[in-house]
């Protein structure tokens, strides 16, 4: 596996990433490599282990007023490999891009119909605003959610509603493995409950993908007790959920985890493909809390895995063709293919992969893909170097 040759480009994509503990230290490395004033603006996935309002007063102070978007992330895929308790930084060069963005906040107060005007007045901003990029402009849409939210299906389909055309990509913040607070950053905060959509416009091609590397098994499995707002499954086949889904993967409720979980993933049949419903955790009354939304009456499919390192190696070939060479990926890597890698000790395979395809992005609580909200999906934006 060689290094992908870089793509004529006259102005390529920025990427900056660091390590350094101290907010202030950190902001300034990766704005000193970004390069603000040639910016259009800048998309940012940092670790939770920093102290946030800290490190928001130091990008802030590094941003010189230009559009910063980002989340906090599960592990973070920066220009040389996979890592953790990093910030990684993709700057785009005003010569080819306009970024333009909203956002929602108190997401359980979340009205359809008043985002769909913010969205289409956003689309209506971003239009005009890369009208100078040249005759021929694409448009993608970033979409940043808080993790914990539980609200990502109703925002996608209402965001890709409104965006029509426009095609939507994103992933949920994280905490790492921790579950307690998962952030967006957005006009210079970091922000709980909320959510952002930006629209990246590019005179350069740009290409939203999904991939997973899961096929159904021949294990089927029906909901029958659930909550659907809290996501939480009480009941497998009229069994305690817990001990039903352990017995069904052939381990104990007492070893069940995110190991478990990656290698053993449900999957629900819907338009004629099956997507992953990942399980988050098994709870001490047996229950099982899913990341993605679950209701009585799904049929589920124990999933299985194949060729990881084969399947992003073919899929890094076909964007390649797509958008005429890549550029740069912006990638959203579901934090239990994370897990499932480590386990397989695929690590360091996948890390090479990540950087001769030049990606970086972070490993989300979920992925968003058009109007859908997945999980243990490799999902992203594959940006060209040029028409």
């Known amino acids: ?15 900056a990433w660091t390590c350094a503990d101290h907010p202030r230290d950190a902001a300034q490395q990766l704005f000193r490599e970004l390069d603000p004033p040639s910016l259009a603006g800048v998309l940012l996935f940092c670790s939770s282990r920093y102290p946030l309002a800290e490190l928001a007063a130091a990008i802030n102070a590094c941003s010189e007023g230009l559009t910063v978007i980002g989340c906090t992330s599960s592990g973070e895929i920066t220009s040389e490999g996979t890592a953790e308790g990093t910030i990684t930084a993709i700057g785009f060069p005003a010569s080819h891009f306009t970024l333009t963005s909203a956002r929602f906040d108190e997401l359980d107060a979340f009205e359809e119909g008043a985002a769909q005007s913010v969205v289409r007045e956003l689309v209506g901003s971003a239009v005009a605003a890369s009208r100078g990029l040249g005759p021929a402009v694409d448009h993608a849409a970033i979409f940043l959610v808080d993790g914990l939210s539980h609200r990502e299906e109703m925002l996608t389909v209402t965001v890709q509603d409104a965006l029509g055309k426009i095609p939507l990509i994103g992933g949920s913040s ?9 952030f967006i950053f957005e006009s210079g905060q970091f922000r709980r409950d909320a959510a952002l959509v930006a629209i990246l416009s590019s005179s ?15 294990t089927k499995m029906v909901i029958t007790g659930a909550d659907p707002v809290g996501r939480v499954v009480t009941e497998i086949n009229a069994e305690p959920a817990a001990q039903e889904y352990a017995r069904l993967t052939g381990v104990t409720v007492d070893q069940l985890g995110s190991n478990v979980f990656a290698a053993h993933p449900p999957m629900v049949r819907a338009g004629g493909e099956y997507y992953v419903r990942s399980i988050q955790s098994a709870n001490p009354d047996d229950s099982l809390t899913f990341y993605c939304a679950i209701d009585e009456g799904v049929v589920l499919t124990l999933g299985e895995g194949s060729d990881i390192v084969g399947g992003l190696s073919d899929l890094f070939d076909d964007l390649d063709r797509s958008v005429g060479g890549i550029d740069r990926i912006i990638g959203f890597d579901c934090v239990l293919n994370k897990v499932e890698i480590e386990q397989r000790q695929l690590t360091r395979k996948v890390s090479k992969l990540m950087v001769d395809n030049r990606v970086t992005g972070f490993n989300t609580y979920g992925e968003q893909y058009h109007a859908l909200h997945v999980n243990q999906t490799f999902s992203g934006l594959a940006i060209g170097g040029g028409r």
């Open 1 to 15: 596996m060689a290094p992908r040759p870089a793509p004529p480009c006259d102005d390529p994509v920025r990427v």
């Open 174 to 182: 994280g905490d790492g493995l921790a579950f307690k607070e998962t």
């Open 204 to 218: 350069r091609p740009l290409k939203v993908f999904r991939a997973q590397h899961y096929h159904p098994g021949s």
